[in-house]
T-cell receptor, first 108, second 116 residues
Framework: KNEVEQSPQNLTAQEGEFITINCSYS?????LHWLQQHPGGGIVSLFM???GKKKHGRLIATINIQEKHSSLHITASHPRDSAVYIC??????????FGTGTRLTIIP | EPEVTQTPSHQVTQMGQEVILRCVPI?????FYWYRQILGQKVEFLVS????????KSEIFDDQFSVERPDGSNFTLKIRSTKLEDSAMYFC??????????????FGAGTRLSVL
C-alpha cells in the first residue's frame, strides 16, 4: 500500500530554534512536495523535489531516494512559522498522497 | 502572482441537497484536481481532470460526485445528494502539466462544506 508517514505529529519549539520535520514513504516516488497549511485551512506549496536539496529563505528541504525519506528544516524559527507542515508524494502518477501533517508551534 | 480561487469559502447545506463548489484554476494550467480534508484528518485525493475528462479518481469519488469544466475557466465539483459525512474542507488545485517542473500543484484556499 502506498503510504506517507510524518514525524513528529506535534512540535513545539522556542523562537530561534532549528526545526526538523521528517517524512518517509513506502515505495518509490516520482516527486515529493512539502506544503504549509495555515490555521485558516489554506494550503501553500513550499517545495517540490525529486532528489538532493532545495533552499528557500530559511527553509531547506532534502530528500534521500534510496532511504525513501525527506526532511524539512527551518532555521532561526519564528512564531509566524507556526502552521501544519504536510508532506505529499506522487507515487508515479499525477495525484498527491498526503501525510498526516506536523503541527508546528513556535513560542516567542 | 496567479492564484487558484475557490467560491464560496463556506457552504452550509441540508443533508440530501445538491451543492456545487466552484474553482477558477490558474489560466495556463492544464491539470485540475479536487481534494478534501475531513476535520482532523489528512488531505485525500478525490479526482484529477485533464483534457475535459477525468484522468483518475479515488474510491471516495462515487456516483454522487461529478466534475465539470463548463466554460474553459471554471472547474466545478458537484455533490448530488449530500450526506453528513461529506462535511469537509474541499481544495481545488491546478498544475501546468506532468513532470518535475510542471507538476507543482497550486492550491485554492478551500471551501468549507458543512452538511446539517
Amino acid at each position: 500500500k502506498n503510504e506517507v508517514e510524518q514525524s513528529p505529529q506535534n512540535l513545539t519549539a522556542q523562537e530561534g530554534e532549528f526545526i526538523t520535520i521528517n517524512c518517509s514513504y513506502s515505495v518509490g516516488i516520482s516527486a515529493l512536495h512539502w506544503l504549509q497549511q495555515h490555521p485558516g485551512g489554506g494550503i501553500v506549496s513550499l517545495f517540490m523535489l525529486s532528489s538532493g536539496k532545495k533552499k528557500h529563505g530559511r527553509l531547506i528541504a532534502t530528500i534521500n531516494i534510496q532511504e525513501k525519506h525527506s526532511s524539512l528544516h527551518i532555521t532561526a524559527s519564528h512564531p509566524r512559522d507556526s502552521a501544519v507542515y504536510i508532506c505529499a508524494v506522487h507515487f508515479g502518477n499525477e495525484k498527491l498522497t498526503f501525510g498526516t501533517g506536523t503541527r508546528l508551534t513556535i513560542i516567542p | 502572482e496567479p492564484e487558484v480561487t475557490q467560491t464560496p469559502s463556506h457552504q452550509v447545506t441540508q443533508m440530501g441537497q445538491e451543492v456545487i463548489l466552484r474553482c477558477v484554476p490558474i489560466s495556463n494550467h492544464l491539470y485540475f484536481y479536487w481534494y478534501r480534508q475531513i476535520l482532523g484528518q489528512k488531505v485525500e485525493f478525490l479526482v484529477s481532470f485533464y483534457n475535459n475528462e477525468i484522468s483518475e479518481k479515488s474510491e471516495i469519488f462515487d456516483d454522487q460526485f461529478s466534475v465539470e469544466r463548463p466554460d474553459g475557466s471554471n472547474f466545478t465539483l458537484k455533490i448530488r445528494s449530500t450526506k453528513l459525512e461529506d462535511s469537509a474542507m474541499y481544495f481545488c488545485a491546478s498544475s501546468r502539466g506532468l513532470g518535475l517542473a510542471k507538476n507543482i500543484q497550486y492550491f485554492g484556499a478551500g471551501t468549507r462544506l458543512s452538511v446539517l
